[in-house]
């Protein structure tokens, strides 16, 4: 069924380190090889084998619109006819900065950076300068790219100093490191209890979407938020998926909390590489060359990645994301009864355009509860769904993406697809 995937795999193995430019995209975790993509369009990717999917996917999130949508196409194509990068400021970079803090009240000012990781580790580095402290806290199963300082495994217990998730991560650049249980807000307060005054920022994704979907429970973000208050530490809402996803405004405007800083990505660019971080005018002018905390970059606020993500951005403006969400809703519902029917432990989770499936009764609230899961039911589900033309994030730990350009034929199909699966 996919020779030509086959074949430009086994070409790119040995050219490029496990043949992908992205771990995940190997699908190795599902047993399976990668399909290589020769276009996509709306809600659908077409691999080299000629075989047409619906993609859940959607390059990691940013394809809110689906792909290659008429407004975006028109928007880049027309940037790259007036040159594709100037290394000198243009028009569009202050057009998305005022779309995006006109979005996001919180953020009064904004610095393109190309990618999510350089977002967040600039962020950290802004609140490190603006506190003059070391220390940041994250949660476990939280990912924030893969800048060192976030590269941080789960210790042994919730007050435990991290050790370097992957080799290549010196000890000492994780070991500022702190780590604690997503939607476990008292062990937040018991480390910082003893480590609050040296803690520069709380990192965290307001919505977790990088350990399958975990929606923060009530509290848990506003306590987030007294905490930063009451110890001088900054809030860093991760929103490189939850922005204009969960909605226009993000899950800031969602949940009704302004952190500091907020780091943006993927959806911005509307299919091209860019990130942002931005927040409160005071912090962001300690930025250089306003300020002392170093930060550049040469392709940063790429005419091409601008207009593709003011495009994408008035698109939105436009767009009914409660809808999307109801539909949504309804399609994980079912999915749910239809899995549940086979007599499989399996719950699916949604949030806005965002869903889960996973293959356990226990509670999701956080990294441990989602490793519960059963992998190799997720593994022969992901298998059967392929073959049945639905393109499923390859790994148990990835929320699924839905686009405005998702139709209820999408989900019908998807849903009937379900219904042959076998366990
Ligand atoms: C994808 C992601 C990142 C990293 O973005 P890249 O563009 O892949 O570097 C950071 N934080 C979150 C929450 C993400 O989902």
């Known amino acids: ?53 619906i993609d859940f996917v959607l390059s990691w999130g940013p394809m809110i619109l689906g792909h290659a949508h008429p407004e975006v196409t028109r928007a880049i194509c027309g940037a790259a006819a007036e040159g594709s990068s100037y290394g000198a400021p243009c028009e569009a970079e202050v057009e998305l900065a005022r779309l995006v803090t006109d979005a996001l009240p919180s953020v009064e000012m904004v610095r393109m950076v190309n990618s999510g990781t350089e977002a967040t580790m600039s962020a950290l580095r802004l609140a490190r300068g603006v506190t003059g402290r070391a220390r940041v806290l994250k949660c476990i199963g939280c990912y924030h790219g893969h800048a060192d300082p976030f590269l941080a495994a789960a210790g042994s217990g919730v007050a435990t100093l991290s050790i370097p998730g992957t080799p290549g991560v010196p000890p000492a650049t994780v070991a500022d490191t702190l780590l604690a249980p997503y939607n476990d807000l008292a062990a937040v307060k018991t480390l910082f209890e003893s480590h609050g005054q040296e803690v520069a920022a709380i990192i965290v994704e307001p919505v977790a979407g990088n350990m399958g979907l975990v929606p923060p429970q009530p509290g848990f973000l506003e306590g987030l938020r007294s905490l930063c208050d009451q110890y001088g530490s900054l809030l860093i809402f991760d929103e490189v998926i939850t922005g204009f996803r969960v909605g226009y405004g993000g899950a800031q405007q969602r949940f009704n909390i302004a952190p500091d800083l907020t780091t943006l990505g993927k959806i911005i660019g509307g299919g091209l590489p860019v990130g942002a971080y931005g927040g409160k005018a005071a912090y962001m002018q300690r930025i250089a060359p306003e300020g002392d905390v170093y930060q550049a970059g040469t392709l940063s606020g790429n005419p091409l990645a601008m207009a593709a993500g003011i495009a994408t951005l008035r698109v939105l403006q436009h767009s ?18 239809i899995l549940a029917g086979k007599g499989v432990p399996v719950q699916v989770l949604s949030l806005a355009s965002m869903f889960c499936v996973f293959f356990t009764r226990e509670t999701i609230v956080d990294f441990a509860s989602v490793k519960t899961a059963d992998l190799a039911l997720f593994t022969s589900f992901y298998k059967q769904m392929r073959d049945a033309g639905v393109y499923l994030a390859p790994a148990a730990f990835e929320a699924g993406m839905c686009s405005f350009a998702h139709s209820d034929d999408d989900f019908n199909h998807t849903l009937d697809a379900a219904k042959k699966v076998t366990f």
């Open 1 to 53: 069924m996919y020779e030509a995937s086959h074949k430009l795999f086994e070409q790119a193995r040995t050219l490029i380190p496990g043949g992908v430019n992205s771990p995940v995209r190997a699908c190795r975790n599902v047993d399976s090889i990668p399909l290589f993509i020769a276009s996509a369009a709306g809600s659908k990717i077409t691999s080299v084998d000629g075989r047409t999917l």
């Open 320 to 337: 009914d994301y409660a809808a999307l969400e109801t539909r949504v809703a309804g399609f994980a519902r079912e999915l749910e009864q």
